[in-house]
């Protein structure tokens, strides 16, 4: 075993460095690339300086400091992501969460029904107001046919919608 004095400049080849620092020669030529290590003339190399500049990358590397502050953002944007994705498929398969576009397509039937109700509310009773001359019994059957159609779309609606327990509608009758 080879004894060093650290408080002189001792330099050392690349295959020296490699057996002390417990790597490959080909490790410490990559870690020359990243500018780990400085290689000095002639291929040799600071024997204190390249070594704590070895431990300084391991101590880094090990606490996960190596990485760019970027790149740290990035996982943890990634990680957030995911855990939003997780949640929403666990509140979708409970039943919570709906697609937008399957409730964009039952409140487009909803509207058409109603619409389709509320248009064909003058051919329903027009043969009937036609024939009469009591305001009273006019406005009854309007009111009867209007609710008929508010009716069809409160259950059109409850068997569509999701169905929040915090709100209630409610058709009052007279």
């Known amino acids: 075993m080879k004894k060093f004095d650290i408080n002189s400049e001792y330099?050392?080849?690349v295959s020296d460095l490699a057996y002390l620092a417990g790597l490959t020669e080909r490790r410490i030529q990559q870690l020359e690339v990243e500018s780990i290590v400085t290689r000095l003339e002639h291929g040799k190399y600071d024997l204190v300086e390249s070594i704590?500049?070895?431990l300084e990358h391991t101590r880094q590397s090990s606490r996960g400091s190596v990485a760019s502050e970027a790149e740290r953002n990035?996982?943890?944007k990634l990680t957030r992501e995911k855990r939003l994705?997780?949640?929403m498929n666990r509140?979708?398969?409970a039943g919570n969460l709906v697609q937008v576009e399957i409730q964009r397509k039952n409140l487009f039937e909803v509207g058409r029904e109603v619409k389709?109700?509320?248009e064909t509310i003058p051919d329903r009773v027009a043969g009937v107001l036609a024939g009469e001359t009591d305001?009273?019994?006019c406005y009854t059957i309007l009111a009867a046919e209007i609710r008929a159609a508010l009716e069809n779309l409160i259950e059109k609606l409850h068997s569509t919608l999701v169905e929040d327990p915090r709100a209630h509608v409610t058709i009052e009758t007279d």
């Open 85 to 87: 994705i997780a949640e």
């Open 135 to 137: 305001k009273g019994k």
């Open 116 to 118: 389709n109700n509320l």
């Open 52 to 54: 704590r500049a070895i």
């Open 91 to 93: 509140e979708e398969l």
């Open 74 to 76: 990035e996982r943890t």
């Open 11 to 13: 330099q050392v080849d």
